[in-house]
């Protein structure tokens, strides 16, 4: 099977999709006539796709047209099974290395941010155990519409993957956002959307946090957050809903990131356990150990000495690895010496399936690290590379682990 080149934002990427189980859901709206298109595209990148269609769908293009395209039978109605068990919309998703939705109109959004299962395509969803891609087309008005980007806002907290819409003209005479991306756009984000944390909820913490002495004084930490936006990164890549707990950085937010900005180790502590439930919490921060007691409201004036009550912060971590329907939590250790033996015990006294360590004076700061990974099955050495290489290694560990 030939790679195809599709171009996306980031520019040309290859996409081989060989034995990728693909269900298609076409729902109504006048850009299914691109998702016959899209489904061309599909199948020439090797994969075998399935076509699930709405009723509001088949009123815009023929079943026949995909049936040709994909070379199987479409999936019409959740009432003439297949399968003979009456389980069609169980086996369907159960195969599916991915369902993608396209397009996807503002009622089956609305319909899946819901949880219904009133036809074969909303019911395929809600049964699967794959990832989900949706990418909307509908009017710009209706893009805009507050029940509309609510109903987003619920399906990439539920690990959906977005595509688009774009802007431009639409076939309703209007310009603005609500166009469905081209076919070869879609195409070109779908190994994201396949990736091995597809479906999965990840939150993260990175960067130092700050603890106010008084207005314009502080404790904090060395840490620059480029391991834990690096992390952030890759998980996004690897398709996850990834939300990223940082402290004060000067950091972008990756592509697809969904960024909570906090200061002190307490607000970080109160962000994460708002964002729980999800499937791995990965603590990147190097949060202070200790805060000043009460922090002075006006600033402390010079005279000779300032003496600090200091108390201890929330293990943030500890904490969350307690819970009991704890995540998958993943801890890092920087130390300055005798790595695998701090490492090891600290993976075991806060209960860590896995943790990262590295030698703090080899790391901080830095664009390159060289970090052994400890978990139950040993040590894991990740030699030195840039930042994005390690966090996407790490991620291709987490993502075999969490399967
Ligand atoms: O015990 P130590 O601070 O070395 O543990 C480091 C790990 O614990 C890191 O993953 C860090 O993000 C997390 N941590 C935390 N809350 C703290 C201290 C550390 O989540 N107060």
New binding site residues.
């Given amino acids: 099977m030939w790679p195809l080149l599709c171009k996306n934002s980031v520019g040309i990427v290859i996409v081989s999709l060989t034995h990728k189980k693909i269900l298609l859901g076409v729902t109504g709206g006048i850009a299914a006539y691109k998702a016959a298109e899209l489904c061309r595209l599909l199948v020439k990148g090797g994969a075998e796709v399935r076509v699930a269609m709405t009723d509001a769908a088949q009123r815009f293009v023929a079943p026949l047209t995909f049936q040709a395209l994909s070379g199987k039978p479409v999936l019409a109605s959740l009432w003439d099974s297949a399968s003979g068990d009456g389980m069609e919309h169980i086996h369907l998703s159960r195969d599916a290395d991915l369902i993608l939705v396209a397009p996807a109109s503002a009622d089956f959004l609305a319909r899946l941010a819901q949880g219904r299962a009133d036809d074969l395509l909303s019911t395929l969803c809600l049964a699967r155990t794959c990832g989900l891609a949706v990418a909307p087309a509908m009017n710009r008005e209706m893009w805009a519409a507050a029940p509309t980007q609510r109903n987003l806002e619920q399906l990439r907290a539920d690990g959906v993957s977005v595509l688009g819409p774009a802007a431009g003209e639409q076939a309703c005479g209007e310009t603005g956002l609500g166009r469905m991306l081209e076919p070869a756009e879609i195409l070109a984000a779908l190994p994201m959307c396949a990736g091995g944390l597809a479906g999965k909820r990840i939150l993260i913490?990175a960067g130092p946090t700050f603890e106010p002495i008084d207005p314009v004084r502080g404790l904090t930490n060395l840490s620059s957050g480029k391991m834990g936006y690096a992390i952030a990164q890759a998980a996004a890549e690897a398709g996850a809903a990834v939300c990223l707990v940082s402290g004060p950085t000067c950091l972008a937010t990756p592509a697809g990131v969904r960024r909570i900005d906090v200061r002190s180790?307490a607000d970080m502590r109160g962000a994460v356990l708002a964002e729980l439930p999800s499937d791995a919490f990965i603590?990147?921060?190097?949060?202070a150990?200790y805060r000043v007691d009460h922090a002075a409201t006006q600033k402390i004036k010079k005279s000779g000495g300032m003496t600090l009550h200091l108390v201890p912060?929330?293990?943030?971590?500890a904490e969350v690895a307690a819970l009991p329907d704890a995540p998958f939590c993943v801890?890092?250790?920087a130390e300055t010496e005798r790595l695998a033996e701090h490492a090891e015990s600290?993976r075991l006294k806060?209960k860590l399936p896995l943790l990262v360590g590295n030698l703090a004076q080899d790391t901080l700061g830095q664009d390159t690290a060289e970090l052994v990974l400890f978990d139950d099955r040993g040590r894991h050495p990740l030699p030195r590379a840039d930042k994005l290489t390690q966090a996407r290694r790490l991620i291709d560990h987490l993502a075999d682990l969490l399967h």
């Fill in positions: 913490t180790a603590a990147v921060a190097a949060v150990d912060n929330p293990d943030i971590l801890g890092f250790a600290k806060k």
